[in-house]
Protein backbone atom coordinates (compact mmCIF):
# COMPACT_ATOMS: atom_id res chain seq x y z
CA UNK A 1 0.00 0.00 0.00
CA UNK A 2 1.10 3.47 -1.01
CA UNK A 3 1.97 5.35 2.04
CA UNK A 4 0.06 8.79 2.75
CA UNK A 5 2.10 11.82 4.08
CA UNK A 6 1.59 15.02 2.48
CA UNK A 7 -1.14 15.29 -0.20
CA UNK A 8 -1.54 18.26 -2.30
CA UNK A 9 -4.33 19.12 -5.06
CA UNK A 10 -7.73 20.66 -5.62
CA UNK A 11 -10.56 19.60 -4.66
CA UNK A 12 -14.43 19.33 -6.03
CA UNK A 13 -17.66 19.20 -3.73
CA UNK A 14 -20.82 16.96 -3.53
CA UNK A 15 -22.11 18.18 -0.90
CA UNK A 16 -25.39 15.98 -0.74
CA UNK A 17 -25.78 13.93 2.51
CA UNK A 18 -26.31 9.72 2.18
CA UNK A 19 -23.97 9.72 -0.90
CA UNK A 20 -24.39 5.88 -0.66
CA UNK A 21 -21.79 2.67 -2.07
CA UNK A 22 -24.35 1.96 -4.89
CA UNK A 23 -24.12 5.78 -6.51
CA UNK A 24 -20.41 5.81 -5.79
CA UNK A 25 -19.82 2.50 -7.59
CA UNK A 26 -23.14 0.83 -9.05
CA UNK A 27 -23.79 -2.82 -8.65
CA UNK A 28 -23.44 -4.09 -12.14
CA UNK A 29 -19.66 -3.25 -12.58
CA UNK A 30 -18.86 -5.25 -9.47
CA UNK A 31 -18.15 -8.70 -11.65
CA UNK A 32 -14.83 -6.98 -12.22
CA UNK A 33 -12.72 -8.69 -10.32
CA UNK A 34 -8.98 -6.66 -10.70
CA UNK A 35 -9.02 -3.38 -8.21
CA UNK A 36 -7.71 -0.89 -11.26
CA UNK A 37 -10.43 0.39 -13.72
CA UNK A 38 -13.07 1.62 -11.39
CA UNK A 39 -12.37 4.43 -11.91
CA UNK A 40 -14.32 5.20 -15.01
CA UNK A 41 -17.45 3.49 -13.60
CA UNK A 42 -17.31 5.88 -10.05
CA UNK A 43 -20.64 7.73 -9.89
CA UNK A 44 -21.53 6.18 -13.32
CA UNK A 45 -25.22 6.76 -12.71
CA UNK A 46 -25.06 10.36 -12.30
CA UNK A 47 -21.93 11.28 -14.11
CA UNK A 48 -23.12 9.59 -17.41
CA UNK A 49 -26.31 9.92 -19.45
CA UNK A 50 -25.91 6.51 -20.76
CA UNK A 51 -25.73 3.01 -19.85
CA UNK A 52 -21.84 2.55 -22.25
CA UNK A 53 -20.53 5.67 -20.13
CA UNK A 54 -20.12 7.43 -23.48
CA UNK A 55 -22.21 10.51 -22.90
CA UNK A 56 -20.88 12.97 -20.10
CA UNK A 57 -23.30 14.13 -17.79
CA UNK A 58 -22.41 18.39 -18.08
CA UNK A 59 -24.82 18.92 -14.76
CA UNK A 60 -22.56 16.76 -12.42
CA UNK A 61 -19.56 18.46 -11.11
CA UNK A 62 -17.35 15.78 -11.73
CA UNK A 63 -17.87 16.76 -15.20
CA UNK A 64 -16.84 20.26 -15.19
CA UNK A 65 -13.65 21.48 -16.63
CA UNK A 66 -12.59 23.41 -13.81
CA UNK A 67 -12.80 20.12 -11.57
CA UNK A 68 -10.76 18.01 -13.43
CA UNK A 69 -7.92 16.40 -12.08
CA UNK A 70 -9.39 17.24 -8.55
CA UNK A 71 -8.01 14.73 -6.35
CA UNK A 72 -10.43 15.48 -2.37
CA UNK A 73 -13.57 14.88 -2.82
CA UNK A 74 -15.63 16.89 -0.43
CA UNK A 75 -18.95 15.74 1.02
CA UNK A 76 -21.68 15.55 3.16
CA UNK A 77 -22.92 13.67 5.99
CA UNK A 78 -22.84 9.84 6.03
CA UNK A 79 -20.51 9.04 3.35
CA UNK A 80 -21.00 5.60 1.45
CA UNK A 81 -23.84 4.26 3.55
CA UNK A 82 -25.56 0.54 2.00
CA UNK A 83 -23.45 -2.31 0.42
CA UNK A 84 -20.08 -3.33 2.09
CA UNK A 85 -18.22 -3.47 -1.18
CA UNK A 86 -14.74 -2.30 -1.50
CA UNK A 87 -14.93 -1.61 -4.66
CA UNK A 88 -16.25 1.95 -3.77
CA UNK A 89 -13.06 2.62 -2.63
CA UNK A 90 -11.42 1.61 -5.52
CA UNK A 91 -13.35 3.36 -7.90
CA UNK A 92 -12.10 6.88 -5.92
CA UNK A 93 -9.01 5.83 -5.78
CA UNK A 94 -8.48 4.73 -9.53
CA UNK A 95 -10.21 8.00 -10.02
CA UNK A 96 -7.65 9.89 -8.76
CA UNK A 97 -8.92 10.78 -5.17
CA UNK A 98 -6.24 10.26 -2.20
CA UNK A 99 -8.33 12.25 0.09
CA UNK A 100 -12.04 12.52 1.20
CA UNK A 101 -13.42 14.47 3.40
CA UNK A 102 -17.06 14.25 4.97
CA UNK A 103 -19.36 14.23 7.87
CA UNK A 104 -19.07 11.00 9.41
CA UNK A 105 -18.31 7.39 7.71
CA UNK A 106 -20.30 4.24 7.48
CA UNK A 107 -17.59 1.98 9.35
CA UNK A 108 -16.88 -0.63 6.69
CA UNK A 109 -16.56 1.79 3.81
CA UNK A 110 -13.84 3.73 6.51
CA UNK A 111 -11.91 0.45 7.29
CA UNK A 112 -12.07 -0.18 3.40
CA UNK A 113 -10.55 2.92 2.97
CA UNK A 114 -7.57 2.31 5.78
CA UNK A 115 -6.64 -1.17 4.03
CA UNK A 116 -6.16 0.55 0.45
CA UNK A 117 -4.50 4.07 2.03
CA UNK A 118 -7.05 6.47 0.72
CA UNK A 119 -7.45 8.84 3.37
CA UNK A 120 -10.96 9.51 5.14
CA UNK A 121 -11.08 12.79 7.00
CA UNK A 122 -14.12 13.77 9.49
CA UNK A 123 -14.65 17.54 9.28
CA UNK A 124 -17.82 20.09 11.18
CA UNK A 125 -20.34 20.97 7.99
CA UNK A 126 -18.83 24.76 8.49
CA UNK A 127 -14.83 23.48 7.73
CA UNK A 128 -16.33 21.43 4.69
CA UNK A 129 -18.59 24.35 3.70
CA UNK A 130 -15.91 27.00 3.30
CA UNK A 131 -13.50 24.19 1.50
CA UNK A 132 -16.56 23.63 -1.01
CA UNK A 133 -16.60 27.60 -1.55
CA UNK A 134 -13.11 28.11 -2.61
CA UNK A 135 -12.16 28.61 -6.04
CA UNK A 136 -11.98 25.63 -8.24
CA UNK A 137 -8.05 26.40 -9.14
CA UNK A 138 -6.75 26.55 -5.46
CA UNK A 139 -4.65 24.03 -4.34
CA UNK A 140 -4.58 22.48 -1.18
CA UNK A 141 -2.26 20.51 1.17
CA UNK A 142 -3.90 17.44 3.38
CA UNK A 143 -0.79 16.50 5.86
CA UNK A 144 -0.95 13.47 7.92
CA UNK A 145 1.50 14.26 9.33
CA UNK A 146 0.47 17.37 11.44
CA UNK A 147 -3.03 16.85 10.84
CA UNK A 148 -4.29 19.74 9.26
CA UNK A 149 -5.91 20.64 5.86
CA UNK A 150 -4.44 23.99 4.55
CA UNK A 151 -5.56 26.59 2.39
CA UNK A 152 -4.68 30.09 1.57
CA UNK A 153 -7.54 31.21 3.55
CA UNK A 154 -7.00 28.92 6.62
CA UNK A 155 -5.82 25.62 8.64
CA UNK A 156 -8.45 23.26 9.64
CA UNK A 157 -7.31 20.02 11.91
CA UNK A 158 -8.88 17.13 11.60
CA UNK A 159 -8.81 14.31 14.38
CA UNK A 160 -7.53 10.61 13.49
CA UNK A 161 -7.06 7.63 15.20
CA UNK A 162 -3.21 7.01 16.15
CA UNK A 163 -2.96 3.47 15.26
CA UNK A 164 -4.85 4.24 11.48
CA UNK A 165 -2.60 7.33 11.15
CA UNK A 166 0.72 4.99 11.90
CA UNK A 167 -0.80 2.82 9.35
CA UNK A 168 -0.97 5.09 6.63
CA UNK A 169 1.80 7.33 6.84
CA UNK A 170 3.89 3.87 6.84
CA UNK A 171 1.56 2.04 4.12
CA UNK A 172 0.80 -0.67 6.24
CA UNK A 173 -2.48 -2.82 5.44
CA UNK A 174 -3.60 -5.48 7.93
CA UNK A 175 -1.92 -8.21 5.93
CA UNK A 176 1.28 -6.21 6.07
CA UNK A 177 1.05 -6.16 9.96
CA UNK A 178 0.53 -9.60 10.20
CA UNK A 179 3.26 -10.73 8.26
CA UNK A 180 5.35 -9.23 10.58
CA UNK A 181 4.72 -12.07 12.64
CA UNK A 182 4.89 -14.38 10.55
CA UNK A 183 7.88 -16.02 12.37
CA UNK A 184 5.79 -16.15 15.67
CA UNK A 185 2.66 -17.28 13.80
CA UNK A 186 5.11 -20.19 12.21
CA UNK A 187 6.62 -21.12 15.54
CA UNK A 188 2.70 -21.44 16.95
CA UNK A 189 1.32 -23.69 14.67
CA UNK A 190 4.15 -25.79 13.96
CA UNK A 191 4.02 -26.21 18.08
CA UNK A 192 0.12 -27.35 17.73
CA UNK A 193 0.65 -29.28 14.55
CA UNK A 194 3.09 -31.86 16.33
CA UNK A 195 0.98 -32.05 19.08
CA UNK A 196 -2.38 -33.21 17.72
CA UNK A 197 -0.74 -35.48 14.82
CA UNK A 198 -2.13 -38.71 15.22
CA UNK A 199 1.32 -40.76 15.38
CA UNK A 200 2.39 -38.68 18.32
CA UNK A 201 -0.84 -38.87 19.72
CA UNK A 202 -0.56 -42.85 20.04
CA UNK A 203 2.92 -42.81 21.13
CA UNK A 204 2.19 -40.86 23.77
CA UNK A 205 -0.77 -42.67 24.70
CA UNK A 206 1.39 -45.75 24.39
Not at 9 to 30: C, E, F, H, K, W
Not at 91 to 120: C, E, K, P, T, W
Request: no cysteine.
Amino acid sequence: MKPFTVHKGRLVALMNDGINTDQLMPSRYLSHIEKKGFGKFLFANWRYLDDEESVPNPDFPLNYPEHQGASILVAGDNFAGGSSREHAVWGLMDYGFRVVIAGNYNDIFYNNSLQNGLLAITLPKEERVALSELPPETEITVNLETQTIETPEATYHFDINQENRHKLLHGIDDITQTLEYDGVISAYEHKWNDFYQPQDRAERQA
